[in-house]
């Protein structure tokens, strides 16, 4: 087959790729369609992005097993949308790629999806039911946001990561203390008055979501229970009053910015399972040290602009000192650091410390 040459079939329009087809519009009128395995003993195994976007007519949607990847906004907008079948072996689906889709009602994600992409079904208003099958792993951010009528999800204890306000505007609803949880994840903490102070995360939880206490500015304690594994990407970002952080030694993978501008942090006890630390502490200005644990291997931007840092215990194990690790720590007087530390060339800029490597 040659590339990139389109052929019609029945209202479908398909492009050839190396030996199969992709589907990159619908120029009929069909109100339910079955996207076929093939056509011509070439199978069909895409959706290219946007190839059903803001079409009104379409009402029912069956989707073939030999599609494999359906592009981003696919069928964004497509009010009318009631009723869908998902190809088995469907890895993730994109972004967008059923926002809008108002009418739509209940989804049974298929067995071997492993994400859910950014503002995946944001704003499907109707949708009150989701099966989520064993393996999936992420969930992006505002997957579900706005999915109004949407008043539970059990989600498989194969998740990891759930993205920033992934559930936010649904009808699932916050404890009354604020807290919003979904099984094992943590999700969110509903501050609207700005006057929560202190925070225990309930026994059980293994995930914090990402962003769950972004912008908590009045938050100055936060308890972590045991078993917890993973703490998201700015999911402390701009508590600004925050001031110490106790983190038990199940958590094994702390997302980009956690602790971003928490101004007021001071003390903070790291994980011993932890192996990186990336972007982690950016802005926390009040901490004056700090001990690496030993599984640390690698380190980016985690202390950037930490201008009390004066002392820091680093580990023998670590191999790698990223980009502006520690950019603008103007009090750090002296490191020691491993023999063979490869060292990025913006690991200590703005920084005046004495640099000894150890034999």
């Known amino acids: 087959m040659k590339n990139n ?26 109100t339910e369609l079955c996207i076929p395995d093939d056509v011509d003993g070439i199978p069909i195994t895409e959706i290219m992005p946007q190839s059903f976007k803001n079409n009104k007519a379409l009402k029912k949607l069956y989707i073939s097993d030999h599609v494999k990847k359906i592009g981003y906004e696919a069928f964004f907008g497509c009010s ?17 790629v059923f926002e809008g889709c108002r009418a739509l009602r209940s989804i049974a994600l298929p067995a071997g999806l492993v994400s859910v992409g950014d503002g995946a079904f944001r704003y499907c208003t109707s949708l009150c039911r989701i099966v989520f099958p064993d393996g999936l792993r992420y969930i992006y951010s505002y997957a579900f946001f706005g999915c109004k009528a949407l008043r539970d999800a059990e989600l498989p204890d194969s998740v990891v990561r759930i993205g920033e306000g992934a559930f936010d505007m649904t009808g699932i609803k916050a404890s009354p203390d604020g807290s919003f949880y979904l099984g094992h994840i943590f999700c969110r903490k509903k501050d609207r008055d700005g006057c929560i102070t202190s925070v225990v995360i309930r026994d059980g939880t293994t995930i914090i979501a990402d962003g769950a206490f972004e912008g908590c500015s009045a938050l100055r304690e936060i308890v972590l229970p045991e078993g917890l594994k993973r703490i998201g990407s700015f999911a402390f970002s701009g508590c600004s009053r925050l001031e110490a952080v106790i983190m038990p030694d199940s958590v ?53 602009n930490c201008m009390s840092l004066r002392h820091i215990d680093i ?45």
Not at 7 to 27: C, I, P
Not at 279 to 295: A, Q, V
Not at 328 to 344: F, H, K, R, W, Y
Request: glycine share 6%; with cysteine; aromatic share 8%.
């Open 5 to 30: 040459i389109e052929r019609k079939y029945n209202g479908f329009v398909l492009k050839e790729l190396d030996d199969s087809y992709a589907l990159v519009k619908y120029e009929g009128a069909g």
């Open 80 to 96: 009318m949308l009631n009723k869908l079948r998902l190809p088995e072996g469907l890895k993730e689906i994109d972004s967008s």
């Open 252 to 304: 094994q993978k702390i997302g980009w910015g956690a602790f971003f501008d928490c101004t007021s942090l001071r003390r903070v006890k790291l994980s011993d399972s932890l192996t990186e630390l990336n972007g982690t502490f950016c802005n926390c200005r009040r901490i004056e040290s700090i001990s690496i644990p030993d599984n640390i291997h690698l380190m980016s931007e985690a202390f950037r």
């Open 315 to 359: 580990c023998d194990n670590i191999d790698t000192i990223g980009t502006n690790t520690f950019y603008g720590c103007q009090s750090l007087d002296e490191v020691t650091l491993p023999e063979n530390v490869i060292i990025a060339d913006t690991a200590f800029e703005k920084c005046s410390a004495h640099i000894t490597k150890s034999i």
